[in-house]
T-cell receptor
């Protein structure tokens, strides 16, 4: 089955850019998502991208997709302390199939 | 309701006891998912309800796990004869209808029910 991998930890200084990486194994994955989880809260959808796109930008967030390498990244510009959270990459191969999640990357922002 | 509501938020139980976890999805959301999040792990899919269709139970880890949903409203996840490895946060998510015109599976998650089995 699909396997989604992420590095577990990332630490950045406030104001720097953060880049969170994700790799997946199923080349038929057509929808790729980034979720954010703050302590004690549910997952919040940040953004998603279709496999026919290479890049999507939404304010401080930039998603890059390298379909050939099955690599997805989330860049957060001007990282703030409020961005400290766990970020999950998730993929699915159709709109209704259950999402397959990575283990999450814990982002720590140092003031 | 305004969001996906789950209860209890925390449950501590003894090994061998049965537990019920409840999810109240956003009103009008026909799709409902249960996921399990073990400490330091990603989310594991458990079960998916879509309207009146037969649920997708392919993620349930054993026959001790079951879930029900009444129409398009509340869902309960039941774990019988709990084991220590069942300790996790159980997350519920809902979606309005089938995947949208964009095709994306945009889910709204609840805050989860943290289960600790002693």
């Amino acid at each position: 089955g699909e396997d989604v991998e992420q590095s577990l930890f990332l630490s950045v200084r406030e104001g720097d850019s953060s880049v969170i990486n994700c790799t997946y194994t199923d080349s038929s994955s057509t929808y790729l998502y980034w979720y954010k989880q703050e302590p004690g809260a549910g997952l919040q959808l940040l953004t998603y991208i279709f496999s026919n796109m290479d890049m999507k930008q939404d304010q401080r967030l930039t998603v890059l997709l390298n379909k050939k390498d099955k690599h997805l990244s989330l860049r957060i510009a001007d990282t703030q302390t409020g961005d400290s959270a766990i970020y999950f990459c998730a993929v699915s191969n159709s709109g209704n199939t259950p999402l397959v999640f990575g283990k999450g990357t814990r982002l720590s922002v140092i003031a | 309701g305004a969001g996906v509501s789950q209860s209890p938020s925390n449950k501590v139980t003894e090994k061998g006891k049965d537990v019920e976890l409840r999810c109240d999805p956003i009103s009008g959301h026909t799709a409902l998912y249960w996921y399990r999040q073990r400490l330091g792990q990603g989310l594991e899919f458990l079960i998916y309800f879509q309207g009146n269709s037969a649920p997708d139970k392919s993620g349930l880890p054993s026959d001790r796990f079951s879930a029900e949903r009444t129409g398009e409203s509340v869902s309960t996840l039941t774990i019988q004869r709990t084991q220590q490895e069942d300790s996790a946060v159980y997350l519920c998510a809902s979606r309005k209808g089938l995947a949208g015109s964009s095709g994306a599976n945009v889910l709204t998650f609840g805050a989860g029910s943290r289960l600790t089995v002693l």
